[in-house]
């Protein structure tokens, strides 16, 4: 476990960001991870799981922890149900294949998010109807202060729409060091209600759709929307969807009556950001080396070498831009560094 100098991160983020971290660590085991902790001496500390939800805007002045803990375990089953615990250096996506592999039901509408199971918890993922919480039991996590072990239950973790406790009141505190789920062997709860789904299994002539049917349904959606970070950089959704209130629903309905919208409350709607910065003109935009993707207006991307500060300006440009002809705050998802 050898503590590393300025080690380029470029690998390390989807975004594909070139910044250096100024001190790196691999850490595979939960005892190098609570001796590394102890042994800091009071460097500032940066946590880097699957580098799949941060834009890099400048070099990593700290000691950079990449969570590279492994396996995956049954700690019990009955003839319905799994309990499996993944450890959070696991790859997602790879994560989802093995449920696949063994029939276990649960997560395979969360195929092919990128990054790693230990980041899925912070922003209780989400994707086609469902969300981690759904299938979520605990998880473990080591506190960064004392290196003590706790275990957080689904109602300790406090999710919301890409939102956990991670992100708010604890937010820095903990390192996740495995994520725990049921998942179900038999009698399959399918979650088809998500148009896009219905469509791909109708448009390849499934009747009986089987999860790994719905698994390569949503894989296939998300190719055609979503760019592929190993091709081109990027942090999937960079905004969240608005939450905003009925009385300023309607008033963005009198002016674009074709805004797309999802109940949330009886006072709430949602609306798709990726619809408000396609209608701002931003979708497909290109300057240099970064923009916006032209298939999802939600993302952005970076075609080689951008560098964060650049992306995170288009970023800014986008907020006022949506701010002044919808008079609606986009919140960015991913976090800017
Ligand atoms: N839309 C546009 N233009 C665009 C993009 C979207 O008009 O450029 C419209 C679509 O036509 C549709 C609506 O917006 O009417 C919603 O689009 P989509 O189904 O693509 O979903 P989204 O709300 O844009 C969310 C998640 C995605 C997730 C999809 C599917 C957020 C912030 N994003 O996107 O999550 O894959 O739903 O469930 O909630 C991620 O978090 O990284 C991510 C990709």
Same mark, same amino acid.
């Given at each position: 476990m050898t503590l590393r100098k300025n080690v380029s991160l470029k690998s390390y983020n989807t975004f594909g960001i070139d910044v250096k971290a100024h001190l790196f660590c691999d850490i595979s085991t939960i005892e190098a991870l609570k001796y590394h902790l102890a042994a800091q001496h009071g460097n500032p500390l940066f946590i880097l799981g699957?580098?799949?939800?941060?834009?890099?805007?400048?070099?990593?002045?700290?000691?950079?922890? /990449?969570?590279?803990?492994? &396996?995956?375990?049954?700690?019990?089953?009955?003839?319905?149900?799994?309990?499996?615990?993944?450890?959070? &250096?696991?790859?997602? /996506?790879?994560?989802?294949l093995w449920c696949l592999k063994h029939n276990y039901a &649960?997560?395979?509408?969360?195929?092919?998010?990128?990054?790693?199971?230990?980041?899925?918890?912070? +922003?209780?993922?989400?994707?086609?109807?469902v969300e981690l919480k759904d299938v979520f039991l605990s998880c473990d996590a080591v506190d960064i202060q004392n290196q003590d072990t706790r275990t957080f239950t689904k109602a300790d973790c406090?999710?919301?729409y890409r939102d956990s406790v991670f992100k708010q009141e604890l937010k820095g505190q903990y390192i996740i060091t495995s994520?725990?789920?049921?998942?179900?062997?038999?009698?399959?709860?399918?979650?088809?209600?998500? &148009?896009? @789904?219905?469509? +791909?299994?109708?448009?390849?002539?499934?009747?009986?759709?089987?999860?790994?049917? @719905?698994?390569?349904?949503? @894989?296939?959606?998300? +190719?055609?929307?979503?760019?592929d970070p190993k091709k081109i950089g990027n942090s999937g959704s960079f905004f969240k969807n608005p939450v905003i209130s009925i009385d300023q629903f309607k008033k963005l309905q009198n002016s674009f009556p074709q805004v797309p919208s999802y109940k949330v409350s009886e006072e709430m709607i949602k609306v798709p950001a990726g619809w408000l910065i396609e209608k701002a003109g931003f979708k497909g935009k290109r300057f240099n080396d970064y923009g916006v993707h032209n298939k999802q207006a939600l993302v952005l991307v970076n075609y080689g070498d951008a560098n964060g500060s650049d992306i995170h300006e288009l970023a800014l440009l986008i907020q006022k831009t949506i701010k002044r002809i919808f008079?609606?705050?986009?919140?960015?998802?991913?976090?800017i560094i």
């Open positions: 699957g580098g799949s939800n941060m834009l890099l805007t400048k070099d990593i002045e700290a000691l950079v922890f /990449h969570i590279n803990l492994k &396996g995956i375990e049954i700690i019990s089953e009955t003839d319905d149900k799994v309990i499996v615990k993944a450890m959070a &250096g696991e790859n997602w /996506h790879e994560f989802v &649960g997560i395979e509408n969360l195929s092919l998010i990128p990054g790693n199971v230990g980041t899925a918890p912070i +922003q209780n993922i989400g994707a086609y109807g406090k999710f919301g994520v725990t789920l049921e998942l179900e062997k038999t009698n399959h709860k399918l979650h088809m209600d998500y &148009g896009a @789904i219905k469509q +791909q299994l109708n448009d390849s002539g499934i009747v009986k759709p089987t999860i790994k049917d @719905i698994s390569d349904a949503v @894989i296939a959606i998300r +190719q055609s929307k979503l760019p008079d609606i705050t986009i919140e960015t998802e991913v976090n």
